[in-house]
Nanobody, 121 residues
């Protein structure tokens, strides 16, 4: 069984920075795209950024220039560096992996438990 374990959320003042991490537990041998989504109170979940296994990235317009997604394939871990945080970034952030290969089995549409990011003075 493969799980996505997130860490790094918390409370930060506007203009501050946080780094989120998401590690795939278990013996994952291949993960293609990994992504970060967020859901603010009363809003739908939205894609924040994703990254392919070869390093190609995609960002929602509202975070371009402020957030950076990266991954360490050897550690099956994806990161989200968030700078210049704004109150509008307040949300629960979720890690997602659409396809994971582990011990000869494919796992589909895996989600982390979510980590709360609060941007407030």
């Amino acid at each position: 069984q493969v799980q996505l374990i997130e860490s790094g959320g918390g409370l930060v003042q506007p203009g501050g920075s946080l780094r989120l991490s998401c590690a795939a537990s278990g013996s994952a041998s291949y993960i293609n795209t990994m992504g970060w989504y967020r859901q603010a109170p009363g809003k739908q979940r939205e894609l924040v950024a994703d990254i392919t296994s070869s390093g190609g990235t995609n960002y929602v317009d509202s975070v371009k220039g402020r957030f950076t997604i990266s991954r360490d394939n050897a550690k099956n871990t994806v990161y989200l560096q968030m700078n210049s945080l704004e109150p509008e970034d307040t949300a629960v952030y979720y890690c997602n992996a659409p396809r994971v290969l582990s011990t000869g089995h494919w796992y589909f549409d895996l989600w982390g438990q979510g980590t709360l990011v609060t941007v407030s003075s």
